[in-house]
C-alpha cells in the first residue's frame, strides 16, 4: 500500500472524478467548473492543486505507475522478470481500488491519439515514476542510482513499459482487441528484458 499526504489523496480523488467526466464526454467537453462540482470543490480549490483541466488525470496516471514500480521493487533477486511477473500479476491486480483506477488509466490512455492535451500529464507521471524506478534497477545492478547506465536502462524500461501500456490499452478499448493476463503480462516482460542494457532481467546474486 503507497501511502499518501491529505493533499494527494485529495488530488487523486479530483483525478478519478476528471478521469469519468473525460471518458463520459471528452476532453473539450469537460470544464474546470465540471470537475470542481463532481469533486465537491470550489473551482479555486481546483486550479490550486492543478495548473490546467487535463492536468487533473496526472495523479491517476502517477497512481498506476507508481504501483507497478513498487511492485518492481518487490522482485526477488532468484528470479527472472517473466517468471516473476506470471508468478504475482494475479495477486497485484487483486485490489478494488486499483482495478477501477486501472480501467480508467487504460480508457484515458486509448484517448490519447484523439486527445494530444492529455499526452503532456501522461508523460510528466511516467517521468515521475521512472525517477522512483532507478533505485530499483540500481539495486538490482548493484550500482549506485547515480551511474549514468543505470539511468539510461531505467529511462529505457520505462519507455517500453509506456509503450505496451498504450499498445494494449488502445487495442483493446479501439480495435475491441481482447488480452489475456498472461498474454499482456508476457508482452510487458519481454519489453523490460528487450529494454535492458544492464544484465538485470535473469536471477541475480546476492
Known amino acids: 500500500m503507497i501511502e499518501r499526504s491529505k493533499a494527494e ?32 470543490l470550489s473551482k479555486r480549490t481546483v486550479w490550486r492543486y492543478f495548473r490546467s ?36 500479476i494475479a495477486s497485484f491486480v487483486a485490489d478494488e481500488q486499483f482495478v477501477r483506477d486501472g480501467i480508467a488509466v487504460v480508457r484515458i490512455i486509448a484517448m490519447l491519439p484523439k486527445e494530444p492535451a492529455l499526452r503532456s500529464s501522461w508523460l510528466m507521471a511516467c ?13 538490482r545492478a548493484k550500482r549506485s542510482p547515480r551511474d549514468f547506465d543505470v539511468k539510461l536502462c531505467t529511462a529505457m524500461i520505462m519507455a517500453a513499459i509506456r509503450v505496451v501500456d498504450e499498445e494494449i490499452c488502445s487495442a483493446a478499448v479501439n480495435d475491441g482487441q481482447y488480452y489475456e493476463q498472461a498474454e499482456a503480462t508476457a508482452q510487458l516482460a519481454a519489453a523490460i528484458r528487450a529494454a535492458s542494457i544492464l544484465p538485470i532481467c535473469d536471477p541475480v546474486g546476492r
Open 127 to 139: 517521468h515521475q515514476a521512472e525517477a522512483e524506478l532507478v533505485p530499483v534497477i540500481a539495486d
Open 9 to 40: 489523496e485529495a488530488r487523486l480523488a479530483v483525478s478519478r472524478h476528471a478521469a469519468d467526466l473525460f471518458c463520459r464526454h471528452g476532453v473539450d467537453g469537460t470544464t474546470g467548473d465540471d470537475i470542481a462540482a463532481a469533486s465537491g
Open 53 to 88: 483541466k487535463e492536468a487533473c488525470i496526472e495523479p491517476l496516471f502517477l497512481a498506476t505507475e507508481l504501483r507497478f514500480v513498487g511492485h518492481l521493487a518487490k522482485w526477488p533477486r532468484s528470479l527472472s522478470i517473466e517468471a516473476y511477473l506470471q508468478a504475482t
